[in-house]
């Protein structure tokens, strides 16, 4: 088993920037796909964005070029760094990742096995 756990939520003013953190225990594996999802009041969950093993990443159109992945595997941790944050990314903020070695379509949620519990981020106009 795989436990994630989120931190780095906040209130924040748009224009402002946040950093995630999603630490990871239990059977980690460096070779699994981490995600950051996120559900907006009313809505359903979205992909936000994703790294894989080895360092590729992708976004979502609506945070490519202003939020970036990344994952220190030496401490079992990804990050999500927003910048530019606006009120339309309001939302709880989900790290998830895949099994090991696990190279399907990584943008929807079935791929995933784990889950954290999701943290709030607000952003106030």
């Known amino acids: 088993q795989v436990q994630l756990v989120e931190s780095g939520g906040g209130l924040v003013q748009a224009g402002g920037s946040l950093r995630l953190s999603c630490a990871a225990s239990?059977?980690?594996?460096?070779?699994?796909?981490k995600g950051w999802f996120r559900q907006a009041p009313g809505k359903e969950r979205e992909f936000v964005a994703a790294i894989i093993w080895g360092g590729p990443t992708d976004y979502s159109d609506s945070v490519k070029g202003r939020f970036a992945i990344s994952r220190d595997d030496a401490k079992n941790t990804v990050y999500l760094q927003m910048n530019s944050l606006k009120p339309e990314d309001t939302a709880v903020y989900y790290c998830?990742?895949?099994?090991?070695?696990?190279?399907?379509?990584?943008?929807?949620?079935?791929?995933?096995?784990?889950w954290g519990q999701g943290t709030q981020v607000t952003v106030s106009s």
């Open positions: 998830a990742s895949t099994g090991p070695e696990y190279r399907g379509r990584y943008r929807l949620e079935y791929a995933y096995q784990y």
């Open positions: 239990g059977r980690t594996f460096s070779s699994s796909i």
